[in-house]
């Protein structure tokens, strides 16, 4: 026997609630069907406490139009006479959020889900109009912020739809035609941008955003053909859809194009993401990702490298060869990567900013290593045979654990003197720079130049104490009040490279100036590299300024105690400029530079250091724990190593632990089933190949004498063997199941639980019998449960039991 398939009378319920869950959303729906209606223009007005949404379009033509499209939902529209709709089901959404009342032509609907159920009122409009009005009141009234928040959504959904859209009185859809697209084609149009979203419009409605990783770059596409798309009109079927196929290749040409244009030299973020994605997912260029994609983020400065850098780079020691060899470590949470920076500034061991972690989809150090070890393995297979016999060096390093690091590494921070500067051409020249620094961060801070010769007020509030000091992790470091300290390292090069070295204090003074606070322990943000631009701009000509008078103040120092030594740098630097100025004078052009050597920016002493402040500033260091000696870098790289193995296999235990629970569920379902099964074949009489999975939860609960009547309905004459099909027909009337209950699926048997449900479902329908009176209990079926008697009259559209047998008795009379 061949019967048809049914349709669920819940599934309105589905359709109403659960297609989409913003106002936005189901607002758009009305839009797209009066452009399905043929309407040239769309009316929206939208308040806290409701809405209306008029258009000029064909309404419903006749009576048989509004009962066949309006009041069935999943009618199929024929082909080409809409543009957005498929099955009529998009007008239920705005049931979900509001009572509403629909006139077109001469009929007026009336819809309360709340009140009515799943059903409408239907009436002759007391004033017939053309097209379609719907008026709606909120169920839950919108605040201000939730109004807002709707209208900019549907201003975003709309924005090239082919009809104008009015929203308060304001249009805010645009026609695309008159904008400018990088490429245009029968399918679509076009617009790639290095970053961002990929927006999506299916013929001027927004579908999605895709993430720009599955791009490599951002943009808007704008189809002028129907995607396919899925019954909520969320997702594109990309496998299938025969219009989207050409709209992504096109695509996908441009966002590589975007990609060409910046260069090897600028890599988006989204390309980084969708390279790591390309090596995962066994990509055949993939060497080629490997050689030369950016993949991997290191500390300090999220530094880019692709994978194989990455390898070469971990394989090598640092500078002074201290940082461990073939070991990394991964911050995992973003609020420790100023630590990390320090940790990689002192050169312990080679760190990895989470966003590498993230790049790749991983949640651990485990699966971050696993994911390197398929990625290597795919690569090797693809790599040309000169690559492959050299293989062997690029095996995958050791990951150590980020947090033993961190715990046991301390920055260490102190302030020095500059009688600690033992050469005397040094501290001279750390004299000369140590008045300018303090004038130079003062302007770049927002200070206010007192003299015309640049210097700062004494009392500037921006005014800062420059002082010399040690620490294993910065070459400068600030509190953001009251001093900035230098690494005695680099002030040291002051007297081998005086105007590079001097460049280098400059460029450091204007980072400190932009960490705007203490720059212990903090991280660099898009805000803090963005003052730090702006800084190095405005500050350029200030910068050049201040490098002639560092060089006049040390040539001036040189000459208090006679000629300046012929061998000394910074003398042949000031003779230079001097030369070139003279040479321009004599031209008749004004010289390179300003002449300052009189001026009492130059001529004036020093002031000297302050060594309370120092004593002051190296208490506070104490306090804060900066000032600690040296770990041993070996033991705790060690340490590190076993923490990391000990992470590792508890990681490892975790996931074997939930595959042997999935296992042990999964066993005591399918014994559960089978002894069901069998139970099932004893109360029946059939062989047991007869009953399937599907049959067992259809019968599931059922007393013998309505096993065998339910059997007797069956829908096929096969055994089900392994189509693993069962009931799924009985009509709902008719239906005496109960809900599968899984505390009494495993580990019961069926003559245990038996009696149990018997009982229960008896002293249930005695109740209810009694609270519906002696009329209504008489339209109750001998096999219905109240279980079965709710279902019922939920999907039926009723709130209680009595009013869905009321409607039965009467449907009956």
């Known amino acids: 026997m061949r019967l048809p398939f049914t349709l669920d009378p819940q599934i309105i319920h589905h359709v109403i609630y659960n297609q989409a869950g913003s106002i936005g959303k189901a607002i758009i729906e009305l839009i797209m069907n009066s452009?399905?209606?043929?309407?040239?223009?769309?009316?929206?007005?939208?308040?806290?406490?409701?809405?209306?949404?008029?258009?000029?379009?064909?309404?419903?033509?006749?009576?048989?139009?509004?009962?066949?499209?309006?009041g069935r939902f999943g009618t199929p529209h024929q082909e080409g006479d809409a543009t957005y709709g498929r099955f009529r089901l998009g007008r239920g959404q705005i049931m979900a959020h509001a009572r509403t009342i629909w006139t077109s032509n001469a009929w007026t609907m009336s819809v309360d889900t709340k009140v009515m159920g799943y059903h409408y009122d239907l009436d002759d409009a007391t004033e017939p109009r053309a097209g379609c009005s719907i008026t709606g009141e909120w169920y839950d009234p919108l605040t201000n912020t939730e109004l807002l928040s709707a209208v900019q959504e549907i201003r975003d959904l709309v924005r090239y739809t082919p009809i104008c859209v009015e929203m308060n009185g304001r249009a805010i859809s645009r026609d695309p035609k008159a904008e400018k697209w990088d490429f245009e084609d029968e399918f679509a149009y076009y617009r790639a941008k290095p970053e961002g979203a990929v927006s999506i419009y299916n013929q001027g409605v927004l579908v999605r955003h895709d993430a720009s990783q599955l791009w490599g770059a951002g943009g808007l596409i704008v189809s002028k053909k129907a995607i396919d798309l899925n019954v909520s009109r969320t997702e594109i079927l990309r496998k299938t859809c025969a219009v989207w196929k050409p709209i992504a290749k096109q695509f996908a040409k441009l966002a590589e194009a975007v990609a060409a244009r910046l260069g090897e030299h600028r890599k988006t973020e989204a390309r980084r993401e969708k390279c790591a994605h390309s090596l995962l997912s066994g990509d055949p260029k993939a060497y080629e990702l490997f050689d030369k994609e950016e993949v991997i983020t290191i500390l300090p400065g999220k530094r880019h490298l692709s994978l194989r850098a990455f390898l070469e780079k971990v394989r090598q020691g640092g500078p002074s060869n201290c940082r461990a060899r073939d070991t990394y470590t991964v911050v995992l949470n973003g609020f420790d990567v100023p630590k990390g920076e320090a940790i990689a500034a002192a050169d312990v061991v080679m760190v990895l900013h989470p966003n590498t972690l993230e790049r790749f989809g991983c949640y651990s150090v485990l699966e971050f290593e696993e994911s390197l070890r398929r990625v290597m393995e795919h690569v090797e297979t693809v790599a040309p045979a000169w690559c492959q016999r050299h293989w062997h060096r690029y095996s995958l390093p050791n990951a150590v654990d980020f947090e033993t690091i961190r715990d046991a590494f301390v920055q260490r921070m102190s302030i020095v003197s500059e009688k600690t500067l033992t050469d005397r051409e040094t501290r001279r020249a750390w004299t000369a720079m140590r008045w300018c620094l303090q004038n130079y961060a003062g302007l770049a801070a927002g200070g206010h130049a007192a003299y015309k010769d640049g210097r700062l007020a004494w009392n500037d509030p921006q005014r800062v104490q420059i002082l010399l000091g040690e620490s294993n992790t910065a070459e400068a470091w600030t509190d953001g009040e009251s001093y900035i300290a230098f690494d005695r390292k680099v002030v040291e090069r002051l007297k081998v490279e005086p105007l590079r070295t001097a460049n280098r204090l400059f460029s450091l003074a204007e980072h400190e100036v932009a960490h705007q606070g203490d720059s212990v322990d903090s991280g660099h943000d898009e805000a803090f590299y963005q003052r730090y631009h702006d800084i190095s701009i405005s500050m350029s000509e200030m910068r050049a300024r201040y490098l002639h008078i560092f060089l006049s103040?040390?040539?001036?120092?040189?000459?208090?105690?006679?000629?300046?030594?012929?061998?000394?740098?910074?003398?042949?630097?000031m003779q230079l400029a001097k030369r070139v100025g003279d040479g321009r004078q004599m031209r008749g052009l004004p010289p390179a530079i300003e002449d300052v050597r009189d001026d009492p920016v130059v001529t004036s002493q020093v002031p000297a250091e302050n060594l309370a402040f120092i004593d002051l500033v190296n208490s506070r260091l104490v306090q804060a724990g900066v000032c600690p000696p040296p770990p041993d870098l070996s033991d705790l790289i060690e340490r590190a190593r076993k923490q990391q193995e000990v992470l590792n296999a508890e990681r490892a235990e975790q996931m074997l632990q939930e595959r042997t629970m999935l296992e042990m569920e999964l066993e005591e379902s399918e014994a559960w089933y089978e002894l069901q099964r069998r139970r099932l074949a004893q109360v029946l009489g059939v062989p047991i190949n007869e009953i399937c999975?599907?049959?067992?939860?259809?019968?599931?609960?059922?007393?013998?004498?309505?096993?065998?009547?339910?059997?007797?309905?069956?829908?096929?004459?096969?055994?089900?063997?392994?189509?693993?099909?069962?009931?799924?027909?009985?009509?709902?009337?008719?239906?005496?199941?109960?809900?599968?209950?899984?505390?009494?699926?495993?580990?019961?048997?069926?003559?245990?639980?038996?009696?149990?449900?018997?009982?229960?479902?008896?002293?249930?329908m005695a109740s209810l019998r009694s609270e519906v009176g002696e009329s209504l209990s008489a339209t109750i079926e001998p096999h219905e449960t109240k279980w079965s008697l709710e279902r019922n009259a939920a999907a039926a559209g009723f709130f209680g039991i009595a009013d869905y047998l009321a409607w039965r008795k009467e449907a009956a009379s």
């Open 35 to 70: 452009i399905d209606a043929g309407a040239t223009g769309v009316q929206i007005t939208m308040t806290e406490s409701g809405f209306e949404c008029v258009d000029d379009g064909r309404g419903f033509a006749s009576r048989e139009d509004v009962l066949n499209y309006f």
């Open 553 to 573: 103040k040390l040539h001036r120092s040189m000459e208090a105690e006679g000629k300046p030594r012929d061998n000394y740098k910074a003398y042949y630097e």
């Open 693 to 764: 999975s599907e049959d067992v939860l259809d019968l599931e609960g059922l007393a013998d004498e309505a096993l065998e009547a339910a059997w007797a309905q069956r829908p096929r004459e096969e055994d089900c063997g392994p189509s693993n099909v069962g009931f799924g027909h009985l009509g709902q009337d008719e239906e005496a199941r109960r809900p599968i209950d899984t505390e009494r699926r495993i580990g019961t048997t069926a003559s245990d639980a038996q009696p149990a449900v018997l009982n229960r479902d008896a002293e249930e």
